[in-house]
């Protein structure tokens, strides 16, 4: 090939012997594209499996097995003791609602560390899903006035109560409309989901919120191995990848179970209560028509399916 | 001026590279390479190296992408607009405008690309798509403006084609350069039939691509303002976002001129009479401008809105971010207002200073739109009253200027392929009757290979148009993993044996019986083998969370006791109703409760995992799915009705 000493393309470096200009800038190119490839998938050998996974409502029930085997022996290896990936369907004539009690919550954020435990969250960087907030007792709910960031001695601190916040499960979900990819989605019990391997990480989900409820993965999650929960849902607490979006999940790899969510469990004042909204005996349909009841941005109309109420 | 010198003028660009042109490209070379050193780490160890986290989640990649899409527009919109109203001194700027769009887009789509979290899902956009998404608007509208800003490009330069495949001839360059020249020309030669077919196809692009255009800076603006965030929650954000974007584009396009006007020597082409002509289109937007932001910030002050109050302190207040939104004010809108207002200052120093605040101010602007929303948070993000902090990281500084070294180095390497003003248009200006000597047209012998190229290309992104469309009018089968198991179909037998209660020796049993053709529950307590009279049983059935109370009851001598089944209670989705019995007195006797699950029991009917059409399902509403489908329909028909030109011009050219 002669070479083409007018074409106003000049090279970085000298080409190297041998090669024409574009011979070595196409090789330059090849390189590059290698290089870009391998850094991608480094971190993590499985990743050409993950690349050609298909959407989790796509899995035939096969396909989903396998694919929560492989799992379950990655994880395993990765962790060092025996995990457990189901994918627990929804269970019919089942609508979870969670009420928390404003006038009970002491601030301890005990449900903070009790979910990042459960739910296999970051430690290195630290993700949380739950935020405490703290308020003055005399200026009421006032969210712009609150601080996320308390750290006192003793909880709680004379003058103040504390609101929890986390995802609200909302039934009109601004975060589920304006993912491009359906990479999350309102099951039929009413918790929003996240399939972990479809996320584009476009974070669009995020500036939808109006909760400010989900997390993203801006480094690679970390676990140490003996803290980690074996016990994991697909679409709940399994380990999360790098450069993707997390939140609760009202604790689904629990609640489809039978077992209260986390937070529920580990709260010292029993401020939290969760139950079926479909079943008319359950103690969260006596909470919302017998107390007073705060749904929290009610004018946004996003329905959320977290009740906040005074109890005493 | 006569053909040939205009002809000898603009082809100079295309003259070997002094070493001044070729330091300036080594060294955007450089700054690119170590963008992509950025980017690298950015890949090895996630977008913790930004600056952006949970709170301010877009910065300055988004920001990019915004400015980029913006300046974009400048170009096609004003050469089109120009070339439909046939202003006649459009005609040096045409040529470079049309490029700046096609750069600036593909730059643009990248930065979006680079604020993933994971770019190698990128084609789940494709595969899964939700036509309810702003982004996805975003991704079918820039591929659409791309394809027809490539084509409104390229139509433009067909008649230049011949005159480069010559010149390329003359001066000896690479046969593969004159045989690139000769194909892209499909032919094309001055005759009458050419030059109509010709007319038709840029007629066509020029007045398709505006509302194109348009509708990619009103999506751009949707990816915020479809969002319920104070200052991005605003009806006029399309408008705006529009407006922004020519404004900011003729600013590029005249920073641009003055810039090659000064490297290519076009002072005999690019006069002072064309500054002036496009300094006061730019003067005008910037008051458009003025306008629109007035507006927008007016009626979100007086509103008063907790968060929008919040977000205008943060932005008229007295903090950085304040600082930078009265220094856009001052020297992004109202210093160039005031160089371009007065006659007499319109100098070109001065509308060059202009456009070059203008270039850098909307950059700022865009940035005071994205940013201080998001620190403006619906939850707080730090102690009261502290907004959670953004300032980009030094990758994501590295790899903005890449980008803008990345287009400012396609834009040099463009114009040494291509004349950077257009000849044939800047010819016919000249009003010489003189047409340039085309040289005879050398119809490549891969004829076939050629006509099909173009064809093909633009079926392929037809096909890829359509195929974005088709996953979401395609009714999705249901959750395969969803779908309930199915109902046990086992009889109601009596059921299994009681466990032992404490102590030990007590037994409490549970069974359903049919006494008198009624169902009860019947539990019977046994103590060393003898029935137990008198002791309270509680019956209970299990439900999602706790149990519910059935009643309770006293034995019988036999030690039974029974209550009634509860009918039309419903099981679990298995058709399994779990009913437990516990001694509640003498205490003596009282122990864990004994369940007894039922199998074949009525439950919750399975119903059909509802797909219904709306914002937060799978399936977009009819109403989405058909205006997108019609839009893309009607720009799609009309580039293949410009395709077709192209087609009947080579065939014309293979004929004579």
Same mark, same amino acid.
């Given at each position: ?312 | ?53 949970? =709170? ?234 003025? =306008? ?102 030094? #990758? ?109 020796? #007590? ?150």
């Amino acid at each position: 090939m002669r070479e083409l000493p007018t074409l106003p393309m000049p090279a970085p470096e000298p080409p190297a012997e041998g090669y024409t200009r574009r011979e070595a800038l196409v090789m330059g190119l090849f390189a590059l594209a290698a290089a870009a490839t391998t850094t991608g998938c480094a971190a993590d050998k499985l990743a050409l499996d993950d690349f050609v996974a298909k959407h989790f409502k796509d899995l035939s029930p096969a396909e989903l097995q396998d694919r929560l085997a492989q799992m379950e022996k990655r994880y395993t290896e990765s962790y060092g003791k025996p995990v457990k990936v189901s994918a627990t369907p929804a269970q019919e004539g089942v609508l979870f609602g969670y009420a928390l009690d404003l006038s009970r919550c002491i601030g301890c954020r005990k449900c903070v560390y009790g979910c990042v435990e459960e739910n296999n969250q970051s430690r290195d960087p630290q993700t949380h899903w739950i935020t405490v907030l703290e308020m003055d007792k005399e200026g009421g709910v006032n969210l712009q006035n609150a601080n996320a960031f308390y750290d006192h001695e003793t909880v709680p601190a004379p003058g103040k109560f504390y609101m929890p916040v986390a995802c609200q499960q909302c039934e009109n979900p601004p975060c589920v409309k304006v993912c491009p990819v359906e990479a999350t989605w309102r099951e039929p019990d009413g918790i929003v989901v996240i399939d972990y391997d479809w996320c584009i990480g476009c974070r669009n989900c995020i500036a939808g919120c109006p909760y400010g409820a989900r997390r993203f993965n801006w480094g690679t999650p970390g676990i140490p191995k003996d803290e980690f929960n074996p016990v994991t849902e697909y679409l709940g607490n399994r380990p999360r990848q790098r450069g993707v979006v997390e939140k609760c999940t009202f604790c689904i790899q629990r609640v489809r179970q039978g077992l209260y969510p986390k937070c529920v469990e580990v709260c010292p004042v029993g401020a939290r209560k969760f139950g079926n909204l479909l079943d008319p005996e359950s103690e969260i349909r006596y909470i919302i028509e017998n107390k007073r009841v705060y749904i929290l941005k009610e004018e946004l109309n996003t329905q959320p399916k977290f009740f906040y109420y005074y109890g005493l | 001026m006569t053909a040939t010198t205009i002809e000898r003028d603009l082809l100079a660009t295309l003259e070997p590279m002094t070493t001044r042109g070729r330091l300036w490209v080594g060294s955007l070379l450089t700054v690119c390479a170590l963008a992509f050193v950025a980017w690298t780490a950015q890949l090895r160890y996630g977008l913790r190296v930004t600056d952006m986290r949970n =709170y301010v989640s877009w910065g300055m990649y988004m920001t990019n992408f915004v400015f980029f899409i913006g300046i974009s527009h400048a170009g096609t919109l004003i050469s089109a607009i120009l070339r439909v109203t046939d202003a006649g001194w459009r005609r040096p700027i045409t040529r470079m405008a049309e490029a700046i769009t096609v750069i600036a887009l593909l730059i643009g789509a990248s930065m979006v690309i680079i604020d993933m979290g994971r770019p190698d899902r990128l084609l789940n956009l494709v595969l899964h798509g939700r036509l309810q998404s702003p982004i996805l608007w975003d991704v079918v509208s820039v591929t659409t403006y791309l394809s027809g800003s490539f084509l409104y490009l390229y139509v433009a330069m067909i008649p230049d084609m011949p005159v480069l495949a010559a010149f390329a001839r003359e001066r000896g360059r690479s046969p593969r350069l004159v045989r690139f020249y000769e194909i892209l020309s499909l032919g094309y030669r001055e005759s009458p039939a050419h030059r109509r077919l010709l007319a038709r196809a840029l007629g066509a692009m020029a007045v398709i691509i505006i509302p194109v255009a348009v509708s990619v800076h009103t999506v751009v603006s949707w990816v915020f303002g479809m969002t319920l965030r104070p200052g991005w929650h605003s009806t006029i954000f399309g408008p705006y976002f529009v407006i922004g974007a020519i404004f900011s584009g003729t600013a590029a396009i005249i920073t641009a001129m003055v810039l090659f006007r000064r490297a290519y020597h076009l002072e005999r082409y690019l006069l002072l009479e064309h500054f002036h002509k496009l300094g006061k289109i730019l003067l005008a937007l910037a008051l458009l401008y003025a =306008y629109f932001t007035l507006s927008e910030y007016l009626t979100a002050w007086y509103g008063g809105v907790g968060t929008d109050s919040r977000l205008l302190e943060l932005l008229a207040g007295a903090g950085p971010v304040g600082a930078a939104f009265w220094l856009w004010a001052v020297f992004g809108l109202f210093v160039p207002i005031g160089l371009l207002l007065f006659p007499s200052h319109r100098s070109l120093g001065a509308i060059m200073t202009a456009s070059v605040l203008i270039n850098v101010g909307m950059w700022v602007k865009r940035y005071l739109i994205i940013v201080p929303t998001l620190q403006t948070t619906f939850i707080p993000a730090q102690a009261a009253g502290i907004n959670p902090h953004y300032f980009p990281s030094l #990758v994501e500084i590295a790899i903005t200027l890449g980008a803008i070294a990345a287009f400012l180095l396609f834009f040099t390497l463009f114009s040494r392929l291509f004349p950077i003003l257009s000849i044939w248009e800047t010819v016919e200006d000249a009003g010489d009757s003189e047409r340039i000597a085309v040289p005879a047209p050398v119809v490549p012998s891969a004829r076939r290979r050629v006509l099909t190229a173009p064809v093909a290309t633009v079926a392929l992104l037809l096909a890829g148009g359509m195929w974005t469309l088709a996953p979401w009018t395609v009714a999705r089968a249901q959750h395969a993993t969803h779908a309930a198991a199915p109902a046990s179909a086992a009889p109601a037998a009596p059921a299994a044996p009681a466990a032992p209660a404490a102590p030990a020796a #007590v037994q409490l049993e549970l069974t359903r019986v049919t006494e008198d053709g009624q169902e009860m529950l019947l539990a019977r307590v046994t103590q060393n083998g003898q029935p137990v009279e008198g002791a309270t049983v509680a019956f209970a059935v299990a439900r999602t969370f706790g149990t519910m109370a059935l009643g309770e009851d006293q034995t019988l001598a036999d030690g039974t006791v029974a209550v009634e089944y509860p009918h039309g209670l419903p099981g679990d989705a298995r058709g399994n109703l779990t009913v437990s019995a516990a001694i509640r007195s003498p205490l003596s006797l009282a122990g864990a409760p004994v369940r007894v699950t039922i199998a074949g029991v009525a439950h919750a009917p399975v119903l059909p995992v509802e797909v219904p059409r709306a914002l937060w399902s799978s399936r977009a509403p009819l109403a989405v799915v058909g205006t997108i489908g019609f839009l893309l329909l009607c720009v799609w028909t009309t580039y293949g009705f410009v395709v077709v030109q192209l087609t009947a011009l080579f065939h014309l050219s293979k004929e004579n």
